[in-house]
């Protein structure tokens, strides 16, 4: 079985800084693309960020030039390093992975428990 755990999630004031990590455990041959999503209450879950295994990045427009996303390929770990939080960040964030378990199965995606993230005004 495969297991993505959140970490990292609280309450900051607005224009402040949060790290969130996502470790991937279990029997896990390779990890492609590893996303960040968001769902903000009320709203649908809207991807903020990903990262290939080769380490391209892409992020949504609302977090560009505040977010970082970064990939540690030999923990199976993925980060989100996010500097001048704004109330409207405030949201559930959950990592997704895509793993093969093994080299003759074909990936699945894999989601983490998520993390809340509350940005006070």
């Known amino acids: 079985q495969v297991q993505l755990v959140e970490s990292g999630g609280g309450l900051v004031q607005a224009g402040g800084s949060l790290r969130l990590s996502c470790a991937a455990s279990?029997?896990?041959?390779?990890?492609?693309?590893m996303d960040w999503y968001r769902q903000a209450l009320g709203n649908e879950r809207e991807l903020v960020a990903s990262?290939?295994?080769?380490?391209?990045?892409n992020y949504a427009d609302s977090v560009k030039g505040r977010f970082t996303i970064s990939r540690d390929n030999a923990k199976n770990t993925v980060y989100l390093q996010m500097n001048s939080l704004k109330p409207e960040d405030t949201a559930v964030y959950y990592c997704?992975?895509?793993?093969?378990?093994?080299?003759?199965?074909?990936?699945?995606?894999?989601w983490g428990q998520g993390t809340q993230v509350t940005v006070s005004s």
């Open positions: 279990g029997s896990i041959f390779s990890i492609n693309t």
């Open positions: 997704k992975a895509g793993i093969r378990t093994n080299p003759f199965k074909r990936q699945s995606d894999y």
């Open positions: 990262i290939t295994i080769g380490g391209s990045t």
